[in-house]
């Protein structure tokens, strides 16, 4: 037997209960994963309090990434004893994702983690940190360096853009940072943050070429935002986008494109391959410093996943939190 919080439809809303389950209840798949941590996040918070409409599937276990040790497996890529991490490819939203003493995942959504890697600390980084050291990479790939000149990036306060400062500063990069709460300034700069631009200043409609100012981003927004930073990008500048939280439409031209060359490059994290993803993972391990994580992470355990998870819809709760499901 073993718990997990699992999510029903009654009535048209949804509710969540910590069940006791035998193994046979899981999904059932190649890799069997003694679950240590998973986090929780603003989707985690919506899937569990039905506030937004991402589980359309009942039952479900949500929570969108997982650490933990491999108990059994039929692939050839991980053995028992083996410890992996997990983030993304819908878990926690259409297949039985973190919040689960055991999980049954497939290889491909699997990577080794690290030597060395506290398994807590995975949880810490988690998705956001995995997207942000990702969109580093995406830069670097297209020869943007801490010497090409000062790189932007975009919904710097939230998980990504935090960890993308973080990195970015640590490598030596001039960072700028747009925020739409002023009162996260003096925690931008903490992270390596040298210029502050605001989120309405970046929104205003601008013509497809303004002047020069970038040689990389990092876009978290898209939208209006990511329209102003193409405008603005140096010649080769390159892009790295990874969020639509300002919207999917993107209100510009050809123009950056073909008289800048400027280059886009979409990141996702689920679909990047299994290789990238243990690089990155590796990096993270390395390269990640201490502060990028913020505020001291929070452990709580499965029982109290409900409670938080209304309290971070309603926007109560600040650093990361982390749910310990070895309790």
Not at 47 to 72: H, S, Y
Not at 224 to 249: D, H, P, Q, T, W
Not at 294 to 317: F, K, P
Request: glycine share 12%; with cysteine.
């Amino acid at each position: 037997m073993f718990k997990a919080l699992v999510l029903n439809e009654v009535e048209g809303k949804t509710v969540s209960a910590v069940e006791s389950l035998e193994l046979d209840a899981l999904p059932a798949e190649d890799v069997l994963v003694e679950v240590d941590y998973s986090s929780l996040n603003y989707k985690d918070g919506l899937a569990v309090t039905g506030t937004g409409k991402i589980i359309r599937n009942f039952p479900m276990v949500p929570g969108i990434d997982l650490v933990g040790t491999v108990v059994e497996s039929a692939s050839d890529d991980y053995s028992a004893g083996d410890k992996v991490v997990m983030t993304g490819w819908g878990v926690g939203e259409n297949y039985w994702g973190g919040y689960s003493q055991m999980a049954r995942m497939k290889p491909e959504w699997l990577v080794h983690l690290p030597e060395g890697m506290e398994p807590r600390k995975t949880m810490e980084i988690g998705t956001a940190g995995l997207t942000a050291m990702l969109c580093v990479m995406a830069l670097e790939d297209g020869g943007v360096l801490p010497t090409s000149g000062p790189v932007i990036v975009t919904g710097a306060a939230g998980g990504v853009g935090s960890v993308a400062v973080s990195i970015l500063a640590g490598l030596g990069y001039e960072v700028a940072a747009v925020t739409g709460r002023p009162e996260t300034e003096a925690y931008l700069r903490e992270l390596g943050a040298t210029t502050i631009l605001t989120r309405e200043e970046m929104a205003e409609k601008s013509r497809p070429l303004e002047r020069q100012r970038w040689a990389g981003a990092v876009d978290t927004v898209g939208d209006a935002i990511l329209a102003r930073v193409l405008a603005e990008m140096n010649y080769s500048g390159v892009v790295a986008a990874c969020g639509l939280a300002g919207g999917f439409k993107l209100p510009t031209t050809v123009m950056p494109f073909i008289l800048r060359n400027v280059r886009l490059q979409g990141v996702d994290s689920v679909m990047c391959p299994v290789a990238r993803r243990q690089e990155a993972w590796g990096r993270l391990q390395s390269q990640l410093p201490d502060s990028a994580l913020g505020e001291i992470s929070e452990l709580i355990s499965l029982d109290q996943v409900d409670d938080y998870a209304n309290r971070i819809v309603n926007g109560q709760v600040r650093g990361r939190v982390v749910v310990d499901l070895k309790k």
